[in-house]
Structure formats: C-alpha cells, structure tokens
C-alpha cells in the first residue's frame, strides 16, 4: 500500500481551502495481533520511580492497553502501566483502525493546516506567551535531501497517486467559516461510484434518521436507487462496531450513552421508515441486493473457557470502485463532517496506477494503492491472511461468488454461531431491555475454529 505521483491532479470539483496536490502516502492496518485475552500476571507499579520497576514486559498489552469499556474498574491516566480491566477474568476489546502517512505536497498541507490552527489558537488564547510562538509555514519546492533516512526504502518502493486533503473546521477550531470538504468528498464519490462503496466507520448516523445534518445516507440511497433502475450491479458494504465503546452495560441505567448511539446508528440503518433500509425496501424491494451492514468480532480462551468481544472498529474509511480512498478522522456523523463541531482532517487517494483485476465478472483496471488496500481488509476479516486462492475469490467485490457466497454467507454463518454458543448482543432476537438483561453469556461450551477475525451481520432487510 504504497503510492506517490509526478503527475498533474484533474479537477475533482471538491471544494476545500487546501488545493489538490500531489504526493505519497502509505496506508496501514493495525499489525498487533486481535487476540481478546493475554492473561499473563498484571503489572505491578512501583510509583516512586515513575512506575517502569515491576511492569511485565512479556504482555503484549501492558497496564491500561489492556482495556475493555464494558468491564474497566477506573481509569488513572497518570498511571498508564496499572491494569484497569482484570485480565484474569475478562476479554479485552481489541480495534480495528487504518490510517495514513503522507509524502510531499500533500504533507505540506497537512503542515499549512497545522500552522493555520496553531496560529489561529495561540491569537486566540495564548497571544501574550512568548513560549507559545506564531509559526510560519515552510515555502519553495520539496527536495528529496529533506526526506528522513528511515523512509527511503518506501519512497523507492512507491507507486503513483494524486492526493487532496480535506478538513471539516470552522471559527471556533479555525477562526473561518465552516469547511466541510471531508463531506463534500463523501458525497461526490458516492454520487460518482460506479460498482462499489466499501465503508468502514466508528459510526453511521446520517440524514436518513431526520434530524440528522449530512446527507450521506441520502447520497447512498439516491446511487443505490439509480442502479436498480438501471439494472445494474452495484454494492456498499459497510463495517461498524456491534456496539458503542462507551461505560456500562446495555439494557441497564449506565448504558445511558450505549443506547443514545444505538438509536441514532440503527435510525440511520434499518429502524423506522426514515431508515436508510426501509427506504430502499420501498424502492428496490430487497435492500440486501445492494447494501449489508457488518460488525466484527472474535473469540478466544480465557482460563481454558471460550471468551468472547467485539472488535471495536474505529477506521474512517471508504474505498470506491477500488479506485479512490478516502482515509481520515472523521465519523459518519454531524459532529465530524459539518464543520461547525469537532475539527478533522481526511486525505483523499485518487489512483493513476492501474493494474488488471475484475469488476462484475468483467476486466477492469484498479488503482494500485486502493485495491491493495481493500484486498487486505478483507482477507482479514475474512480470516483468509493466508488462504490460498484468496486473490481470485475476493478481487470481484460485486460478483456473487465474492459478495453472496463469501461476505454474506460467511458473516450470517458467524452470527448464527456466535449467538448459539456465545448468546450475544445485539442480537435480531433480543428486542427490549428487558430481553437484553435476561441473556447471559454461557461459558459451558465449545470453542470454535480459531480465525484472524469474524464478520458477523448487523442488519439484514426488513420483513
């Protein structure tokens, strides 16, 4: 997942303060292990020496890295090497994230956005500290001498792309008026997409739930319905977390948050006639034939009893048509894409290196960089790293061998496992709380076949 570019960037009528630009960048997945438990004796912390004295350097996951939400005890942010969550007796939540390293001139405008806020604070609220300096940023050409030694190797290694960066910011982050370029972006390569939306995002609360700002679930259903007129096939595949990473227990009164986001994520996705799948069951009859949701999650042992818990995905990520990337911080939500709340940034991967693959059964040229990416989110959550003919199965997101028999097929196999053996939540089955606080997780059962991880259905189409 390497790219750079010395070409010229068309015009992708995003609009945005930063200009389109060219450059390389490199995307990475998480390479820690997903493993739920490491049950090796806690760290003990000597306070007088800053704590490093007794921490247990065979952990994978020292002190607080340890953390699960559902089950933490406290949280001492000055004692980062004390554990949280007994390991002994409970699963951590491990986290599905992709981010991205940027080269040249789009690194240059990530560092003109850093000096803009920087400056636009320090006026603001430090404006009489000398110790807190206006910056300035760099000018003239990039030179290859200023690149640091320990990226060489990937620079040489690299393939091409065109890159803008994008932001959602505002007067109170910025001291302008509100940019949401981020969205912009989202929704001109929804509009644009031409076989296939891959989304993975800590959140999907969007216009389809009324009240909500952006129009992104708008912009899905509009595609969506415009391809079934067309008879054409065309898929979104989306991965979200099972569950919010917030304290408490769901279906109980410190589930307060837990069950604020649920009902704005499946108002967004399924719940109620504003919902992005019932809308689509009025208009295409079988929303399925177009859009599932995902969620991931994973199993182990823990004291020689099966465990299990979500893997917490908090990428925020869409790949279209393997082809463009958009890589950032922001979630599907209002307060990420509006410009007017929290401030984010995002970079947008145009590829112009092509290499043959399939689309719908058909020779199709992919960029370099995103399908490569896309291709090694799914051999992961498809727990095919190493699965021989992985290639030539999941290259064809659209096809059914790929979308039917693999994701889909795989995931409502999953869910129907991890149910029986685990009786988790959510779950289709569980619809009050007062189901939710009568299902308890049963322990006395057999472990399944180990995989990297297991994609599991949220929601399915509507009856």
């Known amino acids: 997942m390497q790219l750079s570019t010395e070409e010229t960037t068309p015009d992708t009528g995003i609009t945005g303060v930063l200009a389109e630009s060219t450059a390389l960048a490199f995307a990475t997945l998480s390479v820690l292990p997903l493993d739920v438990t490491d049950s090796r004796r806690p760290s003990k912390v000597d306070a007088k020496d800053g704590g490093f004295t007794h921490v247990n350097l065979e952990q994978t996951w020292v002190g607080q890295d340890y953390y699960n939400p559902f089950h933490r005890t406290g949280l001492a942010l000055d004692q980062p090497y ?8 409970y699963p951590r939540m491990p986290w599905q994230d992709i981010g991205a390293c940027v080269f040249g001139d789009g690194a240059r405008d990530v560092a003109r956005h850093f000096v803009h806020r920087w400056n ?3 006026t603001e609220k430090k404006k009489s500290l000398v110790s807190y300096p206006l910056l300035l940023p760099r000018d003239g050409p990039l030179s290859s001498q200023h690149e640091p030694d320990p990226f060489k190797q990937m620079l040489e290694a690299a393939v091409s792309c065109q890159t803008q960066i994008l932001r959602s910011c505002g007067e109170w982050s910025s001291g302008i008026p509100p940019e949401q370029s981020i969205l912009n972006a989202y929704l001109k390569l929804i509009e644009e997409a031409e076989h296939v939306i891959y989304i993975e995002n800590q959140f999907f609360i969007t216009s389809i739930a009324g009240s909500v700002g952006n129009e992104i679930g708008d912009a ?11 008879g054409k096939n065309f898929k979104v595949i989306v991965v979200s977390p099972l ?3 917030f304290d408490g227990e769901i279906g109980e009164a410190s589930g307060t948050a837990i069950h604020t986001v649920l009902h704005w994520n499946y108002h967004s996705m399924f719940h109620g006639e504003k919902s992005l799948m019932q809308r689509l069951t009025n208009e295409v009859g079988v929303p399925s034939n177009y859009i599932m949701f995902f969620g991931l999650r994973k199993h182990d042992k823990l004291k020689g009893v099966p465990v299990t818990e979500l893997i917490y995905v908090h990428s925020k990520l869409m790949i279209v048509d393997d082809r463009k990337t958009i890589i950032g911080s922001a979630n599907i939500n209002d307060r990420s894409l509006t410009g007017r709340r929290d401030s984010e940034i995002a970079v947008l991967v145009n590829d112009v290196e092509m290499i043959e693959s399939k689309m719908d059964s058909e020779v199709y040229q992919v960029g370099k960089f995103s399908h490569s990416l896309r291709m ?4 992961e959550h498809l727990g095919m790293v190493s699965a021989d003919g992985a290639e030539e199965v ?3 997101p659209v096809s059914d061998q790929c979308f039917k028999q693999v994701l889909v097929k795989t995931a409502a196999k999953n869910s129907f496992i991890f149910d029986e053996v685990f009786h988790c939540l959510p779950c289709d089955m569980v619809t009050t709380f007062s189901e939710a606080r009568a299902r308890k997780v049963r322990l006395n059962c057999c472990c399944l076949t180990s995989q990297w991880s297991f994609l ?5 189409d509507l009856k």
């Open 82 to 89: 004390v554990d949280v969550v007994d390991r002994r007796e």
């Open 120 to 122: 636009f604070i320090k």
């Open 220 to 230: 899905l259903f509009k595609r969506i319905v415009r391809a079934h007129k067309d």
């Open 243 to 245: 569950l919010p990473e």
């Open 376 to 379: 090694r989110i799914f051999r």
């Open 394 to 396: 999941l290259c064809d």
């Open 456 to 460: 599991v259905v949220i929601a399915t």
